[in-house]
C-alpha cells in the first residue's frame, strides 16, 4: 500500500500556508505506519512527480479559493478532484495540478484521491496563519484523519 | 489601426505575469511586461537570525528552492569573509548542477515546446517514418517504432475522449505551427520521456539534499551532510555511488535526446533566429566554485556589451567588485517608492521595498517588478547569456557543445548557421541545451573531485560561523537556471538589517527602468510576428524561450481563474 498525505502552499503568504502547516501538524500530532508517506510539497511542480507515483490513496490539502466565506473548509472526493483543477488555470501554472495530468499521461494516476481545501483569509506576505484560518486546524486535521481512517489506516494520537 | 493585446495571465509559466503588446501591421510595435504579484520576502527577514535566511528564501519559489537556499548562504558567508570547506562546495556543486539539469529538461519539454510541437498533428503521423527520422539523428534506446507507435495510440485516445489533460490549453493547428507530423511525433515521445527522465535529476537533489523539493542539508558555513567512508545514516561512498548511477542516465538523454531535438525542431523554425533578439547586453557570473573562497571557478561568466563577444569582461571571485558595483534597482515603473526619489536606481545593499500600488498605467507605474541595472543598462540574463559568456571566456566544452549544436541545425536545415543565431527566440532554446550538456560533463567532474577529496582522508564540510559586533555586508550570487541570481545583505549585531533578492526574472521580465529603458522581455517581443491576435502563440513563444519564473509562487487553486486573452483597437 502506498498512501501519500501531500500538504501544499507557500508559507510565506499567511493562509496560503495552511497546507504545510496541516501536514505538520499531522506528523506533530499523530503516528502513522510507514506506508503513509507525508509530504511538505511546498510549491514544487514536477519534483513531486515521483513521490505521487502509483499511490493507493491520495490526499492534497490545500488553500483554495471557492467563492466561500474565509476559514470554509471543503472537501473533493476521486473524480471530483482532477475536475477540479481541470476548470483553473492557477498563477501557479507548474503546481499540483500539471503533476496530476502527468501522472494520468503516464498511468500513475492515484487510485483513490481526496482534496481537502481552505479558503484563506489573507494571502499577504507573513509566516503566520491568520487566527481565523489556525482555527480551522481541528476541522482539517480531523478531516485527514477519517480520510486515513476510512482507508483502513490505522492512525494514533500520540501521547 | 494598431491592436492591443493582453494575455493575463501567462501560462506555462511559475508565477503571475501579464504581458501587453500593441500590434502594427502584423507585428508587435510595443511591449509591457507586467509582475502581478508582491514579493515582500524581504521585509520577512529583517530583525532575524542570518543563518535561518535561506530557508525561508529558499520557499519564495517553488520551482528554484535550491537557487535561493545558495545563494542566501553564500551572502551570510560573504559578509562574514568565510571560507568554506572544499567538501560543502562539491556537495553544493552537485545539487546545483542537478538542479540545473532538471530545470533545463522540464523547460524545454513540458513547458515550451507545446508552443512549436503540434501534439493532435502528431496522431497523423507515421510512426515508423518518425522512428527511422530519430534514429538516423541519435542513437537514443527509446526511438524504436514500438515506442512510436504505443505514444501515438496514447495521445489519440486523449484526442478522441476530448481530454486532452496535460495538453489542454494548447494553439492545436494554429498557422504558426510549422513541423511536420513526424516530428511533432518524435517531440511528444521525448516528452513523455522527459517525464520519466526528469526524475533522475530530482533524485540527485534528493539523496544530497536529504530531501526534495525543499533542500535541508545547506548551512551557513557549508553543508551539514556529515561524509563517511563507510558509516550509516550519513552521505557514504555507497550513497554517491548511486548518485552516479543517475547521473549517467541523464547523461544519454541530455546529449542524445535533449540536445538534438532542440536542433531539430530549430532547423524547421529558421524564421525564428531572427526574432527575439532585443537586448543584447549579456550578463552571467562565474559558478561551481572550486577551492574554499571562490576564487577559482569551473564555469566563468561576465559581462557581454552589444551582443559582441570580442567585449567580454569577467567577473573573477565572489568579491569581484566589478559585479558588486554595477547593480542598482530602480522603481520608476515599479509598484514601489524609494525614500529619496522614485527617478534614481539604488545599490540593493541601499534597497528598499516599501509598496506604492497604482493602477497598470503603461506611462507609469505599472509592475509588482523592480527594474535592475547594470551600469545603468539593462542587461538580458539566462542560459544564452551565460553560453555566449562561457564562449566569450574560452570555455572549452561550451565551445565543443555549441559548435556540435548548430553544425547539426546547418546539417537538418541545409544552410550554414552561426552563433549569431543565438541571440534570438529559438537561440535561447539552443542556448539552454548547450548549457544543459556543460552542466552534464560538470556534474562528472565535480562527482569526481568529492569523491577523491574524500579518498584523501579530508572529511570536512562545515566551518562554524561566527557573528560580530557591529554592521557587515555581504553579497551571494549564483549562475542559477534563468541567469544571475544575487542575494544581498546587511547584518548588524548577529541580526538581518537589510535583505534584498536581485532575481533572474526581475532581470529578464523588469518594467522600463529609470530611464524608460524597457526590460529584456518588452525588448525581445518588439518586431515579433502576430498571425492572430485572439490566439496570440508568438508572444507566448518569445517569453516561454525565457523560462518564464515569477519568483513568488503564489498559487491558490481558482476553481472559475481562466487565461484571458484581450484584443481591443489601441
Known amino acids: 500500500m502506498k498512501i501519500v498525505v501531500l500538504g501544499v502552499g507557500n508559507t510565506l503568504l499567511e493562509d496560503e500556508g495552511i497546507g504545510v502547516r496541516a501536514v505538520e501538524e499531522l506528523q506533530h500530532r499523530y503516528t502513522l505506519p510507514p506506508d503513509v508517506q507525508v509530504i511538505d510539497g511546498g510549491t514544487a511542480g514536477m519534483e513531486l512527480l515521483e513521490s505521487l507515483e502509483d499511490a493507493d490513496k491520495l490526499i492534497i490539502v490545500d488553500c483554495v479559493r471557492v467563492n466561500q466565506p474565509p476559514a470554509t473548509v471543503i472537501r473533493r472526493i476521486d473524480d471530483e478532484v482532477p475536475a477540479f483543477f481541470r476548470t483553473k488555470i492557477s498563477p501557479h501554472q507548474i503546481g499540483i495540478s500539471d503533476v496530476l495530468a502527468a501522472l494520468q499521461l503516464r498511468d500513475r494516476f492515484p487510485k483513490h484521491l481526496a482534496l481537502i481545501g481552505i479558503q484563506p483569509k489573507s494571502l499577504e506576505t507573513g509566516i503566520e496563519l491568520t487566527p481565523e484560518i489556525a482555527a480551522t486546524m481541528p476541522q482539517v486535521l480531523a478531516m485527514m484523519v477519517e480520510e486515513l481512517t476510512n482507508f483502513g489506516v490505522v492512525v494514533t494520537e500520540k501521547a | 489601426m494598431s491592436k492591443r493585446v493582453t494575455i493575463d495571465p501567462v501560462t506555462r509559466i511559475e508565477g503571475h505575469l501579464r504581458v501587453d503588446v500593441e500590434v502594427e501591421g502584423g507585428k508587435v510595435s510595443k511591449a509591457w511586461s507586467s509582475g502581478q504579484m508582491w514579493r515582500g520576502v524581504e521585509n520577512i527577514l529583517i530583525g532575524r537570525d542570518p543563518r535561518d535566511a535561506w530557508a525561508i528564501t529558499q520557499r519564495i519559489c517553488g520551482v528554484c528552492t535550491t537557487v535561493h537556499a545558495i545563494a542566501s548562504v553564500r551572502a551570510v558567508e560573504n559578509a562574514l569573509k568565510m571560507e568554506i570547506p572544499v567538501n560543502a562546495q562539491y556537495i553544493r556543486n552537485l545539487i546545483i548542477l542537478a538542479h540545473g539539469l532538471h530545470d533545463h529538461i522540464v523547460h524545454f519539454y513540458h513547458l515550451s515546446a507545446l508552443d512549436w510541437v503540434d501534439v493532435v498533428s502528431a496522431t497523423k503521423a507515421d510512426p515508423a517514418k518518425a522512428a527511422s527520422l530519430a534514429q538516423s539523428l541519435s542513437s537514443w534506446s527509446g526511438n524504436s517504432v514500438q515506442e512510436f507507435k504505443k505514444v501515438q495510440d496514447k495521445i489519440k485516445g486523449f484526442v478522441a475522449s476530448g481530454q486532452l489533460g496535460i495538453f489542454t490549453n494548447g494553439y492545436w493547428g494554429h498557422p504558426a505551427m510549422k513541423l511536420p507530423p513526424e516530428v511533432n511525433l518524435l517531440a511528444v515521445v521525448h516528452y513523455l520521456q522527459a517525464l520519466e527522465v526528469q526524475r533522475y535529476a530530482n533524485k540527485i537533489v534528493t ?364
Open chain 2, 207 to 570: 539523496i544530497l539534499g536529504s530531501k526534495s523539493p525543499h533542500i535541508q542539508n545547506v548551512a551557513v558555513g557549508g553543508v551539514a551532510n556529515p561524509l563517511a567512508l563507510d558509516s550509516q545514516s550519513v552521505l557514504t561512498v555507497e550513497r554517491l555511488l548511486a548518485v552516479k548511477e543517475w547521473i549517467d542516465k541523464l547523461d544519454d538523454f541530455v546529449k542524445n535526446v535533449y540536445l538534438v531535438d532542440v536542433a531539430a525542431i530549430g532547423a524547421f523554425y529558421a524564421d525564428w533566429t531572427t526574432y527575439g533578439k532585443g537586448i543584447v547586453d549579456y550578463l552571467s557570473v562565474p559558478d561551481i566554485p572550486l577551492d574554499s573562497k571562490g576564487t577559482q571557478f569551473a564555469m566563468p561568466g561576465g559581462h557581454i556589451a552589444n551582443g559582441d563577444v570580442s567585449t567580454f569582461k569577467a567577473i573573477t571571485s565572489f568579491n569581484d567588485k566589478y559585479f558588486t558595483d554595477g547593480v542598482a534597482e530602480a522603481v520608476k515603473h515599479s509598484w514601489y517608492e524609494y525614500s529619496g526619489g522614485d527617478d534614481k536606481a539604488l545599490h540593493p545593499y541601499k534597497g528598499e521595498t516599501k509598496a506604492k500600488y497604482t493602477d497598470f498605467q503603461e506611462n507609469g507605474k505599472y509592475s509588482w517588478l523592480k527594474s535592475p541595472t547594470f551600469y545603468n543598462k539593462p542587461m538580458q540574463v539566462g542560459p544564452l547569456a551565460h553560453v555566449l559568456t562561457m564562449f566569450a571566456a574560452g570555455h572549452a566544452p561550451t565551445k565543443e557543445y555549441a559548435t556540435a549544436a548548430l553544425d547539426l541545425v546547418s546539417s537538418i536545415a541545409k544552410t550554414k548557421v552561426g552563433i549569431d543565431a543565438l541571440h534570438s527566440t529559438i537561440g535561447r532554446h539552443a542556448a539552454r541545451a548547450v548549457r544543459a550538456a556543460v552542466l552534464q560533463d560538470e556534474l562528472v567532474k565535480q562527482w569526481d573531485l568529492l569523491l577523491a577529496n574524500m579518498g584523501k582522508g579530508d572529511l570536512k564540510t562545515f566551518n562554524k560561523p561566527v557573528f560580530p559586533k557591529g554592521e557587515q555586508v555581504g553579497v551571494g550570487f549564483h549562475e542559477a537556471p534563468r541567469g544571475v541570481l544575487s542575494h544581498w545583505v546587511v547584518i548588524a549585531d548577529g541580526k538581518i538589517k537589510n535583505y534584498q533578492c536581485v532575481v533572474p526574472s526581475t532581470w529578464n521580465a523588469a518594467p522600463r527602468n529609470e530611464k524608460d529603458a524597457p526590460g529584456a522581455y518588452e525588448a525581445c517581443l518588439v518586431g515579433n510576428p502576430i498571425a492572430d491576435p485572439e490566439k496570440p502563440l508568438e508572444v507566448l513563444r518569445t517569453v516561454h524561450s525565457f523560462d518564464p519564473c515569477i519568483a513568488c509562487a503564489i498559487h491558490v487553486m481558482d476553481e472559475e481563474h481562466t487565461e484571458i486573452v484581450k484584443v481591443k483597437a489601441a
